[in-house]
């Protein structure tokens, strides 16, 4: 659905976007992740033909955006960084303008415009000023905009930016439910947002692709050796060296926490030495409170790709408290 | 390629961006009042003159068109000079500035649609400037008897150099993202395609003739009196026409830029 092939963007000496290429399938949702800067907004506005590339081909929903833009156009809805919205214009003006020059027929304008504005949670501001609604509905005026004229690809520039917790939940399942009919490339730089909405994952630091895949498969890649944090509950004894003695066991380590007894168990890439470890601790009349794999969050996934210095994950973090929005 | 229905629905925007604000009301309003002004002054000026010609008994006639309109509607072009800055500054400025730019520019629409849309925008707010000026008209034909010919000249010459006025406020716009800056700039230029002539002197007759024929002022006179010469037809026309050319090549070059 949306090709992009070396595309290279300089402003005279600056080079914001550096021969990225990728794909989006049909239906699918990619998240674009990378630091501020790093040319996320330069790449969407390349793709939703606001700018041209000075180098590339960019394909979108089958149209050539440098030389077919009015065809590719018609098939993009996008979201810009800051919702465009006229202050002067009640949200339903501003609708029915935008399915004027998103060229949605006459006859199926109004139906549109209140489908949209159902869909996006904004019907009950319908009369109200664009320049007077919170930033929480700025920002859904701005999605009800990008999905008027029903477009085949939706091109979304931080969605859930300015939202309080509920709109964040609300907005991620609208975008979740819009895939399949929609094909949808969305940016951010909240990492939960990636893990929770989008099959495929691009991240991008300074101008440059660094890694594409799924967001397990970027987490599990990066991982260099299983770990499992366990708690234990050993009376007065010591369980550190009966749990390095396990078979495969490589490594153990105390783990920071409220709880005592936690600890980080490393083995070797591939064996799982869950039984061993429960055996262990079960034979000796220890209590075993907890047991579960450790995996490197998307966090440190990306501090990891996007850091030049490649500093090995500190997995020391439990995975719960290392993200949250 | 290029569709009329988009050019409307810019056009539309743009209008009721003017109504929406006190902006549209204001200029209207002030630019009605300061016509009524001049046109009461030119009036009374009239009916002293053709008093005192009549006690002298002359018999030099006098010419409601030549000697009262002509000089209100230049006086109604100064006013213009002053407004019209006013209504271009934030065309594409306040698009800038506010990003609704992003949407415009991804939307199916091409840059001449999206000019040509607030061009013909502001040429509606303009109209409405000058539709609410016929009212001193209405009253001149019901007190006296003046041709209608020549007024009509001087109003499609009025609003052909109204034309000229967007065309290059809408470039200067599209240059900035600041609207003081777009407005004075505007007002700057305008000043100088006025006075542009006054410079002529010294340039010997050549240098006089061409700079009184790029000259706004010079272009509307033979407007006001009464004459549509193809000349001043085909500077504004052409005027109008290379602002457009030029605001769509700065609206694309910004897409380079970035």
């Known amino acids: 659905m949306i090709e992009v092939q070396h595309v290279t963007k300089r402003y005279g000496r600056v080079t914001a976007v550096d021969d990225v290429s990728f794909r989006v399938e049909r239906g699918e949702i990619l998240g674009f992740l990378g630091p501020n800067g790093a040319g996320k907004t330069t790449t969407m506005r390349i793709l939703t033909g606001y700018m041209p590339a000075s180098e590339g081909r960019a394909n979108v929903a089958g149209f050539d955006i440098f030389e077919h833009p009015i065809e590719a156009k018609r098939r993009i809805g996008y979201l810009p960084e800051a919702p465009p919205l006229y202050p002067e214009m009640t949200v339903r003006e501003y609708l029915d303008f935008v399915s004027r020059i998103k060229g949605v027929p006459s006859a199926e304008r109004r139906q549109r415009v209140t489908t949209v504005m159902e869909r996006t949670h904004v019907a009950d501001m319908a009369d109200r000023h664009c320049g007077k609604l919170s930033k929480g509905y700025k920002q859904r005026v701005g999605l009800a905009q990008a999905l008027i004229h029903n477009p085949d690809v939706l091109i979304l520039d931080e969605p859930t930016a300015g939202l309080d917790p509920k709109q964040i939940i609300e907005t991620r399942d609208l975008i979740r439910s819009l895939a399949g009919d929609h094909t949808i490339v969305l940016s951010t730089h909240i990492l939960p947002e990636v893990a929770q909405t989008c099959q495929r994952v691009v991240i991008i630091n300074r101008g440059r692709v660094v890694a594409v895949d799924t967001p397990d498969n970027l987490t599990a890649r990066l991982k260099g050796a299983e770990t499992m944090y366990v708690q234990v509950d050993a009376g007065s004894e010591e369980p550190g060296p009966a749990l390095a003695q396990i078979p495969g066991v490589t490594r153990v380590s105390a783990a920071e926490g409220p709880a005592g007894g936690g600890f980080e168990v490393e083995s070797d890439r591939g064996t799982d030495v869950r039984r061993e470890i429960a055996r262990a601790i079960v034979t000796r009349g220890w209590g075993l409170l907890e047991l579960r794999p450790m995996r490197m969050s998307l966090e440190e996934v990306f501090l990891q790709v996007t850091t030049d210095e490649t500093a090995t994950p500190d997995p020391a973090a439990p995975r719960e408290d290392a993200i949250h929005a | ?258």
Not at chain 2, 65 to 73: D, F, G, K
Not at chain 2, 92 to 104: F, H, M, N
Not at chain 2, 150 to 175: E, N, R, T, V
Not at chain 2, 213 to 224: E, G, M, P
């Open chain 2, 1 to 258: 390629m290029h569709s009329v229905r988009n050019i409307l629905a810019i056009a539309g925007k743009e209008l009721r961006g003017y109504f929406a604000s006190p902006i549209a009301y204001i200029i209207i309003g002030l630019f009605g009042i300061l016509f009524g002004l001049f046109f009461i002054a030119s009036l009374r000026f009239f009916v002293e003159q053709s008093q005192r010609m009549a006690m002298m008994g002359g018999s030099a006639t006098v010419n409601v068109n030549e000697q009262m309109i002509r000089p209100v509607l230049q006086n109604a072009a100064v006013i213009i000079l002053f407004v019209m800055p006013m209504i271009t500054m934030r065309t594409y400025s306040e698009e800038k500035r506010s990003g609704t730019i992003e949407l415009l520019l991804t939307s199916p629409l091409t840059d001449f649609e999206i000019i040509m849309g607030k061009f013909v925008g502001a040429m509606g707010l303009f109209c409405a400037m000058l539709l609410v000026t016929l009212i001193d008209v209405a009253i001149l034909f019901r007190l006296g008897n003046p041709e209608w010919r020549p007024i009509a000249a001087g109003y499609l010459g009025l609003l052909l150099m109204g034309g000229c006025f967007i065309s290059l406020g809408l470039l200067i716009s599209s240059l900035t993202k600041n609207q003081v800056v777009a407005g004075f700039m505007t007002f700057a230029v305008f000043l100088v395609l006025w006075i542009v002539d006054w410079f002529g002197e010294s340039l010997g007759p050549t240098g006089q003739d061409i700079l009184s024929r790029l000259s706004i002022t010079q272009n509307l006179d033979d407007f006001t009196k009464g004459m549509i010469d193809t000349t001043h037809l085909a500077y504004y026309l052409s005027f109008i026409a290379f602002g457009l050319f030029l605001t769509a090549k700065s609206v694309d070059s910004e897409r380079w830029r970035g």
